[in-house]
């Protein structure tokens, strides 16, 4: 399940950069989601809502596991998590299972959503 979330994060991130390049061209900044809420007006065609919100710190993963993780995120950039973070803000489902879990976005570095609409934040403590 370890390497599932793991290829999960993966894809995200990828597809983070995909809407990420998509949302360039606007003229003022606005959030750009990587992944639709279950309100939001315009889903992207094959992206399912999210159902549930999972919180894993990154501790919690396998050291295998928690150096691709950390690969994965370096290759990202800080623009990369940034537009992650400000989707997650935007995402007041999201947002608040974050809160609920005492942890905000600024600890999030990848997510993973499943085909069943289920979200998985990986988070990190500051050091």
Avoid: C, H, Y
Avoid at 3 to 24: E, N, P, R
Avoid at 58 to 65: A, G, R, S, V
Avoid at 87 to 114: H, Y
Wanted: net charge positive; charged share 15%; glycine share 4%.
């Amino acid at each position: 399940m370890r390497k599932t979330i793991f290829f999960a994060v993966a894809a995200t991130l990828m597809m983070a950069g995909t809407a990420s390049a998509q949302q360039q061209p606007t003229p003022q900044p606005s959030p750009a989601p990587t992944a639709p809420a279950p309100a939001a007006p315009k889903a992207q065609p094959g992206v399912p809502a999210i159902q549930s919100v999972n919180i894993i710190d990154i501790t919690e993963l396998p050291k295998d596991t928690q150096t691709q993780v950390n690969q994965i995120v370096a290759q990202r950039g800080d623009v990369g998590l940034q537009t992650l973070r400000k989707s997650i803000d935007a995402t007041p489902k999201v947002k608040s299972a974050l809160e609920a879990k005492g942890v905000s976005s600024a600890q999030v570095i990848a997510a993973s959503m499943q085909p069943n609409g289920a979200l998985t934040l990986i988070t990190k403590k500051a050091s």
